[in-house]
């Protein structure tokens, strides 16, 4: 099976922090995707990485950066964290090409950003 | 540009009731379709896909079929279990492997 892991289930911070939150899979998948989940809004796309050290823009950009040293990590980096910032948020990976319509979630990391 | 509706929640049923969810899209081009589920604590998981018209995607009991002419990927069961509880999200994928998903539709099922 497929296994997306996320550094952290609930995570507490102030304004103005640094923030990093880590995904890692362990499926050898080329796509990783970070996305927020608010209520009634859905999920929204904040960036995305085709290969290591590409990145895209998803929806949703500002405020955020990533990060994606290797194949298997995919790290979302909040520069100055601000209280806005506090949601939900999903990490996914997918194959390239055949099949990679099917994307593979961790479990979320809940941030609250005081 | 492409998009995804699906009709806006909570939806509360008893166990065993029928259910239907809908959802219709709006795409350019010839989308994979897809449902995910979201359990309470847990990340998104596929529930079932089509990739053509008229195809059926079918999965734990839900079924939804792809039709082209309504613009429609309903999800359907015939009979609901409290552990159906959930967050529903429709979804589409057109255009490389990007994913767009609907606002969710929360699903409660009373014993």
């Known amino acids: 099976d497929v296994k997306v892991t996320q550094s952290s289930r609930y995570l507490v911070k102030r304004t103005g922090e640094k923030v990093f939150l880590e995904c890692v899979q362990d499926?050898?998948?080329?796509?990783m995707f970070w996305y927020r989940q608010d209520p009634g809004l859905g999920l929204r796309l904040i960036y995305f990485?085709?290969?290591?050290?590409?990145?895209e823009k998803g929806d949703i950009p500002e405020g955020y950066s990533v990060s994606r040293e290797k194949k298997e990590r995919f790290s979302l980096i909040l520069e100055s964290a601000s209280t806005n910032q506090t949601s939900m948020y999903l990490c996914?990976?997918?194959?390239?090409?055949?099949?990679?319509?099917?994307?593979?979630f961790g479990p979320g990391t809940r941030l609250t950003v005081l | 540009g492409d998009s995804v509706t699906q009709m806006e929640g909570p939806v509360t049923l008893s166990e065993e009731a029928f259910l239907t969810i809908n959802c219709t899209y709006t795409?350019?081009?010839?989308?994979?379709l897809f449902w995910y589920v979201q359990y309470p604590g847990e990340g998104l998981q596929l529930l079932l896909k089509?990739?053509?018209?008229?195809d059926k995607g079918s999965n734990k009991g839900f079924e939804a079929t792809y039709r082209k002419e309504t613009t429609s990927f309903h999800l359907e069961k015939g009979s609901v279990q409290v552990s159906d509880s959930a967050v529903y999200f429709c979804?589409?994928?057109?255009?490389?492997?990007?994913?767009?998903f609907g606002k969710g539709t929360r699903l409660h099922i009373l014993p």
């Open positions: 996914a990976s997918s194959l390239s090409g055949e099949g990679g319509d099917t994307q593979y």
């Open positions: 499926m050898d998948h080329e796509n």
């Open positions: 990485s085709y290969d290591v050290k590409m990145k």
């Open positions: 795409a350019t081009g010839y989308p994979s």
């Open positions: 089509a990739t053509k018209a008229d």
């Open positions: 979804a589409l994928s057109d255009k490389g492997d990007k994913i767009i």
